[in-house]
Nanobody
Framework: QVRLVESGGGLVQTGGSLRLSCAAS????????MAWFRQPPGKAREFAAA????????SYADSVKGRFTISRDNANDTVTLQLNSLIFEDAAVYYC???????????????WGQGTQVVVAS
């Protein structure tokens, strides 16, 4: 059984930083591409960042490029999203997902966590 558990969300001021983590309970974690999606209040869920199984390839949404960094630790079955220079528009529930390849399409990811909420305030 696959389980993805996000943590690290919370309230942060604009310009601040947060570090989100996703702990995976799954066989062969190191063979999966991992991604972060987010769902702002009242809006559809959208792609934020993804990383290949080896960590050698990363993809970012234009809206977060240069501010967010995705990384993974295959020895500990975790993937992390570092959020810097946060703005109001970054407020959302952030979801961790696992799939076979790095894409921006939600339908390409097979497993999802329950999400962790990020609130950005002035």
């Amino acid at each position: 059984q696959v389980r993805l558990v996000e943590s690290g969300g919370g309230l942060v001021q604009t310009g601040g930083s947060l570090r989100l983590s996703c702990a995976a309970s799954m066989r062969q974690f190191s063979t999966y591409a991992m991604a972060w999606f987010r769902q702002p209040p009242g809006k559809a869920r959208e792609f934020a960042a993804a990383i290949s199984w080896s960590g050698g390839y990363k993809s970012y949404a234009d809206s977060v490029k240069g501010r967010f960094t995705i990384s993974r630790d295959n020895a500990n079955d975790t993937v992390t999203l570092q959020l810097n220079s946060l703005i109001f528009e970054d407020a959302a529930v952030y979801y961790c997902a696992a799939g076979n390849r790095v894409t921006t399409a939600q339908s390409d990811y097979d497993y999802w966590g329950q999400g962790t909420q990020v609130v950005v305030a002035s």
